[in-house]
């Protein structure tokens, strides 16, 4: 075994042994086969394809990773939380795997840095970190098989990340938290949104939030989400007296 092990170090490129040992360093114990995190990191925009025509890019190992991410957190949240019920349950994993939460964790570990991709590194939004990171998990799954995934993500992401009592308290989507809290309390709410464009020719969204045909906040942001959710963040903290006593 070791001098397979040996025979098959030197057979590497240099280019794959620094990968190798990026990785490994990364996802704490040596890749098997190498070409599924190669694969993890390729952007559709190379346009790869694999012996048989298939596209290659990190997609579906992005959709892989997803999936286990969520099931190894929810076992996690399962054995910890024994009072939770599924309301409680469903809610903390939300919050664990949240697109703001992914992104975190793929900016954390530099996985940009890998990136196989035509399209300028600085054209890219914030959710390719998240995307990279479920794409890794996936690889590790592919390569190493359920133990080594949840090896890696309790040491990447529960230990250093989760605290319960913390994650009780945050607040994942202000809008959403916001429109349920305006039905409850049987309040009409509206979102009236302009379109802008500034001296520099970049669309920004405009985005007035009301409650009861009273504005409460306004907010501007490159994408009609983003402005809502930041105008919703602001009305919350206007509210936050009465939010928080419901």
């Not at 990364?26 to 190498?34: D, H, N, R």
């Not at 300028?120 to 799954?141: D, M, S, W």
Request: net charge positive.
């Amino acid at each position: 075994m070791i001098i397979f092990k040996k025979i098959f170090q030197k057979s590497r490129s240099k280019e794959d042994g620094i990968f190798f040992e990026n990785i490994q360093k990364i996802i704490g114990f040596p890749p098997i086969e190498l070409d599924f995190y190669k694969k993890a990191f390729i952007h559709r925009s190379s346009s790869k394809t694999d012996i048989h025509g298939n596209p290659m890019n990190y997609e579906r190992l992005e959709f892989l990773g997803d999936s286990m991410l969520s099931s190894i957190i929810a076992a996690f949240l399962y054995n910890i939380s024994p009072s939770g019920d599924e309301g409680y349950l469903t809610k903390m994993r939300s919050k664990i795997v949240s697109r703001e939460h992914l992104n975190e964790l793929g900016r954390d570990l530099n996985l940009l840095q890998f990136l196989d991709s035509k399209v300028p590194a600085q054209h890219f939004g914030e959710n390719i970190y998240g995307n990279l990171f479920e794409a890794l998990v996936g690889a590790i799954y592919l390569d190493q098989g359920y133990l080594y995934c949840e090896k890696f993500i309790e040491n990447r992401v529960i230990i250093p990340y989760v605290d319960i009592s913390k994650l009780e308290g945050k607040i994942i989507s202000y809008k959403s938290l916001l429109i349920e809290w305006c039905q409850k309390e049987k309040r009409t709410f509206h979102f009236e949104t302009i379109n802008e464009i500034n001296l520099q020719g970049e669309r920004f969204f405009a985005v007035k939030f009301s409650i009861d045909n009273k504005v409460i906040a306004k907010a501007r942001a490159t994408s009609k989400k983003k402005a809502e959710e930041k105008a919703c963040q602001r009305a919350y903290f206007a509210y936050q007296n009465k939010i928080d006593k419901k």
